[in-house]
């Protein structure tokens, strides 16, 4: 019913500026099946049937988020999260600026993961890793319940860029999103 997709599973990684874990893939699979009546439908979706948010336990689930400090050494770089994308840019603290800083990721007070069907997942030239009905495309993990999207994410759907999913989003929630993530934190990345 449930998988890993190849794209999730190489974004969350230590290292990566992305949430991460340590515990096994397989117990992720399990907490999401456990939690999956908790199920609720993913920012721009209306109903439960193309992407939906599953929030489970966060123990074993990191934040790799440095607080944002006046000074702080910051990097930039151009990058794509998938060759066929466009490219933007990605600022970041590395992490051996943060560790001397004092700054380490942390662990996870909530996680969301989210899935995506098989439908959504084939939209916008996207592809599937698996046969299953739905694939874990993303791993949520924060010191906040809920948090809004990436606003270049809500674009990309929006505008049904190349892997993008279809959605539609009001014009408070992309001013929440770029609110938020102005002064969320930064990426922790190597």
Same mark, same amino acid.
């Given at each position: 019913m449930i998988a890993w997709s190849n794209f999730a599973i190489k974004r969350h990684k230590k290292g990566t500026g992305n949430s991460f874990f340590n515990i096994s893939y397989t117990e992720v699979i399990q907490r999401v099946l456990d939690s999956w009546d908790k199920k609720y439908p993913g920012q721009g979706e209306t109903g439960l049937d193309r992407k939906v948010v599953v929030p489970i336990n966060p123990k074993g689930f990191f934040v790799s988020l440095a607080p944002l400090v006046d000074g702080m050494p910051l990097r930039a770089e151009v990058v794509r999260r998938q060759p066929h994308e466009?490219?933007? +840019? =990605?600022?970041?603290i590395e992490t051996k600026d943060a560790e001397r800083l004092g700054i380490l990721p942390f662990p996870a007070i909530f996680c969301n993961i989210v899935c995506y069907s098989a439908e959504a997942l084939l939209e916008n030239d996207g592809e599937r890793t698996t046969e299953?009905?739905?694939?874990?495309?993303? +791993?949520?993990?924060?010191?906040? =319940?809920?948090?809004?999207?990436?606003?270049?994410?809500?674009?990309?759907?929006?505008l049904e860029k190349?892997?993008?999913t279809k959605s539609i989003y009001t014009a408070e929630e992309f001013a929440v999103s770029i609110y938020e993530n102005s002064n969320n934190g930064i990426k922790i990345k190597d």
């Open positions: 466009d490219p933007y +840019v =990605e600022t970041y299953q009905e739905w694939e874990i495309v993303a +791993v949520l993990a924060s010191h906040k =319940e809920k948090e809004s999207m990436l606003p270049l994410t809500m674009a990309r759907n929006f190349s892997g993008g």
